[in-house]
């Protein structure tokens, strides 16, 4: 499933290629042919075909963060285009040269900005570009990324800091998340920040402890809101 977002000679694909409602992303340049990964997840083969048939070469691949379901095949990717690997240091991707926060990667007449958001995982980066924000785990359409001892090395305090970090980009800026985890009616592979403001509960509360409450009560917030 790829769902194209792309406009004049910038391309923008969302993908599904397995994984949990895992979304890869493709972004290029028509006019130079380089394109970036970001997140390659579980098919290196599959991912590198989609940009070849739209002639595109891979020169980089962008990690969200160092879940397995994220970057799994990010060095099969790397083997196939001969692109180089970037996460955050504190992520410890095999291979990767590290990312720092406001790193700019070129592609053609484009910039990719790399977004330290540490939370979810400590080494957590969202990558903006063309007034698209990808978002990986930090931030869903209408939810959050979990913290807690399932995730080793999370922290709630420094993803309620990402959160409040990236709610200062402008309400039209397009979200773009990890997974397709929407819990209302029909789907929802993206919305916008202005969306998350007025309606994800997560950015609604006041403080680290309402936040910490909510994720605390989610179970029981779900049930009584209809929320899946």
């Known amino acids: 499933m790829i769902n194209d977002h792309s406009e004049g000679s910038f391309v923008f694909l969302q993908i599904h290629l397995g994984g949990d409602r895992n ?53 099969a990717l790397a083997d196939l285009s001969g692109a180089a690997i970037y996460a955050g240091a504190m992520g410890n ?18 910039i990719v900005k790399a977004l330290a958001t540490p939370g979810h995982s400590p080494g957590h980066f969202c990558f903006l570009c063309e007034g698209r924000l990808i978002t990986g785990d930090l931030l869903f359409c209408g939810k959050i990324g979990g913290t807690g001892s399932y995730f080793p090395g999370s922290s709630t305090t420094e993803q309620f800091a990402s959160l409040e970090k990236i ?11 990890g997974h397709d985890y929407y819990g209302g009616e029909g789907l929802m592979p993206h919305s916008s920040i202005g969306f998350e403001k007025e309606y994800n509960p997560f950015l609604k509360v006041d403080d680290l402890a309402a936040l910490c409450h909510l994720k605390d009560n989610w179970a029981a917030y779900k049930k009584e809101h209809g929320v899946r």
């Open 23 to 75: 979304f890869c992303y493709l972004l290029g340049d028509k006019e130079s042919g380089r394109a970036v990964a970001v997140d390659p997840g579980f098919d290196a083969p599959g991912f590198h075909r989609i940009a070849r048939e739209r002639n595109l070469n891979i020169t980089d691949i962008l990690i969200t963060h160092e879940h397995n379901d994220h970057m799994e095949q990010a060095g």
């Open 167 to 177: 709610m200062q980009l402008p309400d039209e800026t397009f979200v773009f998340p």
């Open 93 to 110: 991707v095999s291979g990767a040269k590290a990312l720092n926060d406001g790193d700019e990667i070129q592609i053609g007449d484009f």
